[in-house]
């Protein structure tokens, strides 16, 4: 049995889960993103992505996953059967074997059922969460259609899962923080990217 040691787990590839995963890798935080590849975004055509145009939804799903590539993160094709908390923080079970992380988001768009056998509080049908989508459970994260009535968009999501990574990377860092770049920062980043 395969027990991974990592610092967050992400349940979940479409927009929210990839999104949580880009912004904890770019900033210091090793992350593992479990996807099961059954997004949404495979039936959508987005037009009102601000900044993108108009894109088939699994192409843009090809940028999104080769973006969070390139800074790193472990994406991982498996299903979650089971997410549980520990004295260091959780465990997710895969066919695979467990990964241990100190941080989970869980990305499953309407599905709450790892949401609920966590032990995490509901609002009606809603897992509940604020503005930095942590759930009742320490170090949980909840985004996307699971906490939304309806009200889903891919922007959304996106937004809800990097509001998760940066309320993990307050805490780990002890204070408030963002991920600003300027133009400056690129010529960095792009050699980075290349060296690996
Ligand atoms: C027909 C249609 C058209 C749409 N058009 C638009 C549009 O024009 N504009 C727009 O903004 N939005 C549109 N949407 C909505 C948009 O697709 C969703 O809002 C968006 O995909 C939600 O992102 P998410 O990351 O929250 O969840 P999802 O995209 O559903 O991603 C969840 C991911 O988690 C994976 N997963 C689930 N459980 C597990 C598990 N236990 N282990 C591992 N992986 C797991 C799934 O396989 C999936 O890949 C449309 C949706 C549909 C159905």
Redesign the pocket.
Known sequence: MKETDTDVLV???????LSAALFAQKNGLETVC????????H???????LGVGSVD?SAFMETARSQTDSFGVDRVG????DVSRTDEGFLAETEDGPYAGRYVVL?????RD?AESLGCAFDGDLVDVDVTMETSVEDAYA???MVRNEE??????AG??AAAALNVLSKEKGEHFHDFDVPADADAVFASMSEE
């Open positions: 349940v979940g590839g479409g927009p929210a889960g479990f996807d099961t590849d059954e997004t949404w975004m039936k959508a055509h987005l037009f009102n992505y939804g498996a299903d979650v059967t990305a499953t768009g309407a599905n790892l985004t996307g259609a889903w968009q891919a922007i959304i999501s809800d899962g």
